[in-house]
């Protein structure tokens, strides 16, 4: 009986429902800091290929070819983004005592389908996002975004789940904002080469689509710390012994002359190393902030990376490095706070956060 009154104090369950509100808010919060983090992610490995050895890289005179500027380079920025941020992962799981964890799980059949997603959205997504970013700047940001929208229809393709006539209004929406943005390539002032990276844009974000169909069954068995390890390490292992080796054999380059200089820049590796460190803390908030929120709308929080990556690299890059190219048309931005709504459109009914407020 005693702890029947208990439940049943006004106090005690106002305190119940106070504690409760106030942890899914700091879920919120944590898992918009995802999409911010994402936008300097963006930015600071974009601004690692501007520097260092890279200008070397993509100057008219490097003797690389066409093929090897647009493939390899790209491959070759993802590889050491990813690996920085797999140093970092296995670094703090090391500080954490986790990482026998990490031995372990990987071994298993969820960290094998954890392998498998993270080599799909590993080399081949981040090195078409990539070269989407050299090819057409950060306008490709709010396209790659797509990934929510295009896994939502995976989803229903590939394990039947639910597709109602809300999260179809999102998708519209989605893909509308999308349109917005490939209108600004019919301009005359628009670069020859932006709607080659819309294009990579869109193979960005179908690539990041299909790896969060299948790491919902990796993420729902292994602790979201551990699952994002096995994810960062086999992403920067398979661009480096994949991608980075396989166009540098069709550019008739040495792969090992490329890594070990891209590695060992100094200038570059400052910007690259805080890029891993961005990419692993918006994974991780990512998860936590699920966690806190619910799926749903921490998927949507997080989905405001649509506006924070164009943001993030028009201030970083833009307006603190003065580096041209950074700046995006009013359409554009318009777009991406378009494509944020679509997001929680096909994330949650807007009507459920007045439902839990009350």
């Known amino acids: 009986m005693g702890q029947t009154a208990v439940m049943t104090n006004p106090a005690a369950l106002t305190a119940k429902h106070k504690l409760a509100t106030d942890f899914r808010r700091k879920g919120i919060i944590i898992a918009l800091l995802s999409g911010l983090l994402y936008g300097f992610y963006t930015a600071f490995m974009t601004l690692g290929m501007s520097t260092g050895v890279w200008v070397e890289w993509y100057g008219e005179n490097s003797g690389l070819s066409a093929f090897a500027v647009m493939y390899l380079l790209a491959a070759l920025g993802a590889a050491v983004t990813d690996s920085s941020s797999a140093l970092w992962a296995m670094s703090i799981a090391g500080i954490r005592g986790r990482f026998s964890d990490f031995l372990r799980c990987i071994k298993t059949k969820p960290g094998m ?28 940001v709010p396209i790659s975004a797509l990934c929510p929208a295009i896994g939502a229809i995976l989803g229903r393709v590939l394990f039947k789940q639910e597709l109602n006539a809300r999260m179809m209004m999102g998708i519209t929406i989605c893909f509308a904002a999308s349109a917005m943005i490939g209108s600004t390539g019919m301009g005359a002032e628009a670069p020859p080469s932006l709607l080659t990276g819309i294009f990579f844009g869109f193979i960005a974000a179908l690539c990041w689509g299909i790896e969060g169909c299948v790491c ?25 012994i994949i991608l980075v080796p396989l166009f540098s054999m069709i ?75 950074w700046s995006m048309p009013p359409i554009a931005w318009a777009a991406a706070v378009v494509m944020v709504a679509g ?8 009507m459920d956060l007045l439902k839990k407020r009350n």
């Open 251 to 325: 550019s008739d380059i040495n792969p090992v002359t490329m890594v070990a200089t891209a590695f060992g820049d100094g200038t570059s590796m400052i910007w690259f190393a805080c890029a891993g460190l961005s990419a692993y803390l918006t994974f991780m908030f990512w998860y936590k902030g699920n966690a806190m929120c619910g799926a749903a709308l921490g998927m949507a929080c997080n989905g405001t990376f649509s506006f924070w990556g164009p943001f993030c690299c028009w201030i970083i890059l833009g307006v603190a490095f003065g580096l041209d190219g």
């Open 113 to 140: 389908v954890m392998v498998a997603a993270a080599i799909i959205g590993g080399p081949l997504a981040s090195t078409a996002y990539v070269v989407g970013l050299q090819q057409a700047g950060s306008i490709v």
């Open 343 to 350: 997001i929680f459109l096909i994330s949650m009914n807007p």
């Open 216 to 240: 919902g069954y990796g993420t729902s068995m292994i602790d979201p710390e551990i699952g994002i390890t096995i994810r960062q390490v086999t992403s920067g292992l398979s661009n480096l």
